[in-house]
């Protein structure tokens, strides 16, 4: 199975989420480092088509002249309206994409299909059948989705699953860190998002398949029941406690997150102050950081200089 680092999984995961699934060859490094070798060999990442423009300026965001390639000389030229052309490294207008369908066998693998297994595309770059991957005891049907927010891609979707309907309903899992929790869709039982059940305390990346079990109600013996009380929204803007949900924006909806994810781990208790700093909050207390924000102690607990999600039913 390919091994990958949990930072290069999470931009994979960003990557799956857009629509444009794509990324520039002077950003391609910085976010992969040693694992971008890896990822081409495993076709994960292809080459694209070229940039037609560039933010050719350091400092100046505004201005993206359109380039022309010099057959002759095999070189990219902008214009700009100060300095007339100027040649520019044909690597800067290079993109690199994600294979979808690879990304999907991908998480078949960390499903603990085998290799031979090949996941099915049943909507072209929107839905594939993933098979049966066993969880605990029971082997589980599942599909793989992409672009639920786009309302085209949801209706070409929703035309599809209406023909599965009648069978064993499916688990449907996404990179969309955008769901709807009210979000209903023909023949699925249940939508997961993939950045609910990523172990993000694992340097190399995987899912926590005893979680993904507990979210879809099998196999709950070593995870306590209160854990499936809760549902947070990827960026933490919406989080929903025993069936209400509270709103939060910014370093809120990120310091939320974060003692979601805690939670969800089983480390509840967080110091206040590495909580404030991983969010690059400037306030001394989480009052200051929530300041305007009438409900967020009955998301939050304190205790001795620790916080937690109050997650216990009142």
């Given amino acids: 199975m390919v091994e990958l680092s949990m930072k290069s999984f999470q931009f994979l995961l960003c990557m799956a989420d857009m629509g444009s699934s794509w990324i520039t060859n002077d950003s391609i490094e910085e976010e992969f480092g040693d ?24 400092g100046d965001d505004t201005f993206r002249p359109i380039i022309e390639f010099d057959e002759e000389t095999e ?12 040649r520019v490294s044909i690597d800067a207008t290079r993109t690199w994409r994600l294979e979808n369908s690879k990304f999907v066998q991908l998480i078949c693998r960390m499903l603990g299909l085998p290799t031979s297994f ?6 072209n770059d929107l839905l594939w059948n993933m098979g049966t991957p066993r969880l605990g005891r029971s082997n589980v049907p599942m599909l793989f989705a992409r672009e639920l927010r786009n309302e085209e891609a949801r209706r070409r979707i929703r035309t599809e699953l209406e023909l599965l309907l009648g069978g064993i309903p499916y688990v449907l ?3 969309d860190r955008h769901v709807a929790f009210d979000l209903c869709l023909p023949a699925v039982s249940k939508i997961v998002q993939l950045e609910d059940i990523v172990d993000r305390f694992h340097p190399i990346a995987r899912l926590n398949l005893d979680r993904l079990a507990a979210v879809i109600c099998l196999n709950r ?12 929204e990827a960026d933490g803007h919406r989080i929903r406690i025993h069936g209400k949900t509270y709103s939060f924006r910014g370093m809120q ?30 306030s001394r ?5 929530f300041k305007g924000k009438e409900d967020w102690e009955s998301v939050i607990e304190i205790k001795n200089g620790n916080c937690r999600l109050r997650v216990e039913e009142t």
């Fill in 35 to 58: 694992d971008l070798p890896i990822l081409k060999s495993h076709g994960l990442l292809f080459p694209g088509p070229n940039m037609d423009s560039i933010k050719a300026w350091p």
């Fill in 75 to 86: 070189t990219v030229l902008c214009f700009h309206p100060d300095d007339g052309f100027i």
């Fill in 118 to 123: 090949r996941p099915e595309a049943i909507v």
């Fill in 173 to 175: 899992l996404t990179p």
């Fill in 221 to 232: 013996s070593n995870i306590e029941n209160t854990e499936l009380a809760v549902e947070c």
């Fill in 253 to 282: 909806a990120q310091f939320v997150r974060l003692l979601y994810d805690a939670w969800a781990q089983g480390d509840e208790w967080v110091r206040i102050q590495f909580a404030l700093e991983q969010v690059n909050s400037t």
């Fill in 285 to 289: 207390q989480i009052k200051w950081l």
